[in-house]
């Protein structure tokens, strides 16, 4: 069974600071992962896709990708109340032949206060 | 770019009749389209995979049979819910594979069956 694992919060950071959010894979061989941010009620949307071990920034965010600890991570810096939603980490179904499918965790919900 | 549009946006049925919902890529064409069901607080759950000009394959526990795909272009995938019943319920919400396996999500559908 493959899991991806996400503390589910919520992650109360202040405006400005930075929110780091995590997330862990049970599939060695998964090759491809994705963070999507989620509003309530609306659908997901996908804001970083990362395939190699280490950073890979844009904007104010970076994700971070470390395969041999199995994890990956989000930073999202100067924290906006426009940010606060829930995150999905999202990893690559990585079967031979299995094509494309990918595997959510539960979520994380961030809150950003004023 | 990699928009996807979904229609409707919202539905109410009566139990026992059936329900279409059309997902499409608008500026990109998607060989594999996903569908998901997402219960309130609940993450993401794949229902099935759907491929242009094949059948589409089912998650183990997804009747076929009354979920039903029908992917005849490269730019739209159909979801039928067929005998609506009030536990079918759900935001069901589509999306579109890109490149390096990346899903972009379409806006989703709220299915109220009374």
């Known amino acids: 069974q493959k899991e991806v694992e996400q503390n589910s919060g919520p992650l109360s950071v202040p405006e400005g600071a930075i929110a780091s959010l995590n997330c862990t894979y049970s599939?060695?061989?998964?090759?491809?992962f994705f963070w999507y941010r989620q509003y309530s009620g609306k659908s997901p949307e996908l804001i970083m896709s990362i395939y190699s071990n280490g950073d890979k920034e844009d904007g104010r965010f970076t994700a971070q990708l470390n395969k041999a600890s199995q994890y990956v991570s989000l930073l999202i810096r100067d924290s906006q109340p426009s940010d606060s939603a829930t995150y999905l980490c999202a990893v690559n179904d990585g079967v031979t032949g299995g094509g494309n499918k990918l595997t959510f965790g539960t979520g994380t919900q961030l809150k950003v206060e004023l | 770019g990699a928009v996807v549009s979904q229609h409707p946006s919202r539905v109410i049925c009566k139990s026992g009749t059936s329900v279409k919902i059309e997902c499409r890529s608008l500026d990109f064409q998607a060989t594999t389209m996903f569908w998901y069901r997402q219960f309130p607080k609940q993450s993401l759950m794949l229902m099935a995979t759907?491929?242009?000009?094949?059948?589409?394959?089912?998650e183990q526990g997804v009747e076929k049979d009354k979920f039903l795909i029908n992917h005849a272009s490269l730019t739209l995938s159909t979801l039928t819910v067929t005998s609506a019943h009030p536990e079918d319920s759900s935001f069901y919400i589509c999306?579109?594979?890109?490149?390096?396996?990346?899903?972009?999500f379409g806006p989703g559908t709220r299915l109220t069956v009374t």
């Open positions: 759907s491929n242009e000009g094949s059948k589409a394959t089912y």
């Open positions: 999306s579109a594979e890109g490149g390096s396996y990346e899903q972009y």
């Open positions: 599939d060695r061989v998964s090759q491809s």
